[in-house]
């Protein structure tokens, strides 16, 4: 079928894009790696005349022009659904806000909960012979965002990866009011970390619990990092890949033939994902890779779906965890780090699946400036830091002194757990701690 009238029709300049914005509106800036690129440009020489308007993106992976152009945010409000990096620092300067949220649960809020936006805008592949732009390399929300916009436009690059295989991962030229022909900037890449010698220490630990045929969640991080190149290693076989953001370490491990997905219970054969971030070599990976399964967000960290896959191994890395086993990943106090995103939704399903494990991974404690060590094993979590995991939630727990398994432990039973796999030099201090806190038992001694 011939879209090319349509599309003529719908062409637009990223500036006259930009003049679409009325003041009071919420402008919806898509997610990751596909977040505008040439309207936010645009929009940044607009936003002074205008006022009210609520900004909104997640896993951002730029500052956007609009705060260098509003530098004192009078003219906008800047909501992040999870703040990495850059955004970050926004966040804890009071310029950006974060927006808590259930991962699993973000398509519903468009739909249900909070304001529809006025004008939504991503970045998508050209248009394809069907006459559909595919953003399936950020599925995540997007298309009940797009469910619920007045206005709907798409920025146009060549260089979006086209994520196939799964389901509202693209939008019909039919639902689109207008058209931006892109400048095609090349995709963020996010560098690879280096994992230093007590991650592969932790990662060695989570290692020898995996099992052949087992389904794999992974975070991003040097934690993650270190135990995806020790899967890399190791003789499992037959892995599959259920996971809300897909990271360099899957890569790896499908071209050393370890991730088939031959034993899924479900989406056989698939990688199933959310969206995705990391390097060139990771998005040329994922283009037109009918392996893959691009899927929103509420499918890939929905419960069902991951309870119902045996041996469901959900890998995230932590912050702090207290002698409760409460998780904190998001905060340090009242500094804003990230982000809950989905670690509680993997624990969940993790926790239900048979022969599922979640692991929470931190190295045991760290060293500021000054040379003083601090354990990220604590008595109690600070105030104002947010948990991520309820204690009532937390499986496996790792640090570079090993590993225990929290489940269905008392409070005597895994402070004891805890404190083992703390660093030597903390261990009497948290004893005395718990001790206070009456969770200590003298025959522990």
């Known amino acids: 079928m011939d879209f090319s009238k349509q599309y003529k029709e719908k062409l637009i300049s990223a500036e006259d894009a930009a003049k679409l914005v009325k003041d009071g509106d919420v402008v919806d800036y898509s997610w990751g790696v596909i977040t505008p690129h040439d309207f936010d440009e645009a929009f940044a020489k607009e936003i002074t005349n205008l006022n009210d308007i609520v900004v909104r993106a997640g896993v951002e992976l730029e500052q956007f022009k609009i705060f260098d152009a509003d530098p004192n945010n009078e003219h906008f409000v800047y909501n992040s659904w999870h703040s990495l990096g850059i955004l970050r620092k926004l966040v804890n300067a009071g310029r950006a806000f974060y927006a808590p949220i ?44 797009i469910e619920n916009s007045d206005v709907v436009i798409v920025e146009v690059n060549k260089n979006v990866p086209r994520g196939l295989g799964g389901f509202e991962n693209y939008i019909n030229i039919k639902d689109v009011d207008y058209i931006i022909e892109g400048s095609n900037p090349a995709m963020k890449t996010i560098p690879q970390p280096t994992p230093n010698e007590l991650d592969k220490k932790v990662a060695k630990f989570v290692v ?35 996971t809300e953001m897909y990271v360099d370490s899957f890569v790896e491990l499908s071209k050393a033939g370890i991730i088939t997905g031959n034993k899924k ?11 995705a971030a990391g390097s060139q070599e990771l ?92 354990s990220n094993i604590v008595p109690t979590l600070k105030l104002g830091t947010q948990p991520t995991g309820t204690r009532a939630n937390t499986h ?40 206070k806190m009456k969770i200590w038992r003298k025959s522990n001694k």
């Open 102 to 145: 259930k991962y699993s649960e973000l398509p519903n809020y468009y739909r249900t909960s909070i304001r529809k936006s006025n004008v939504f805008i991503t970045q998508a592949t050209p248009i394809d012979d069907h006459g559909n732009f595919n953003f399936g390399i950020s599925a995540s929300h997007l298309h009940a965002a």
């Open 208 to 242: 020898d619990e995996l099992v052949d045929g087992a389904t794999l969640q992974i975070g991003i991080g040097g934690l993650p990092t270190a135990i995806g190149n020790e899967i890399a290693k190791s003789d499992l076989k037959d892995l599959g890949v259920h």
């Open 265 to 275: 219970n479900i989406d056989r054969g698939r990688q199933v994902y959310a969206f």
């Open 283 to 374: 998005y040329d990976y994922i283009d037109n890779n009918e392996e893959l399964m691009a899927a929103p967000v509420d499918y890939c960290n929905g419960m069902k779906q991951i309870s119902a896959l045996d041996n469901f191994m959900s890998i995230n890395s932590a912050l702090e965890i207290d002698l409760n086993g409460m998780v904190s990943a998001e905060s340090s106090g009242t500094k804003h780090i990230s982000g809950s995103g989905g670690a509680l939704d993997f624990m969940l399903g993790a926790y239900n699946s048979k022969g599922g494990k979640s692991f929470v991974t931190l190295l045991s404690s760290r060293v500021d400036k000054e040379g003083k060590r601090h």
């Open 396 to 435: 496996y727990v790792a640090t570079e002194y090993g590993i225990v398994n929290l489940k269905g432990q008392s409070l005597w039973e895994r402070t004891e757990k805890l404190i083992s796999i703390a660093h030597p030099d903390v261990r009497d201090e948290l004893i005395k701690e718990a001790e």
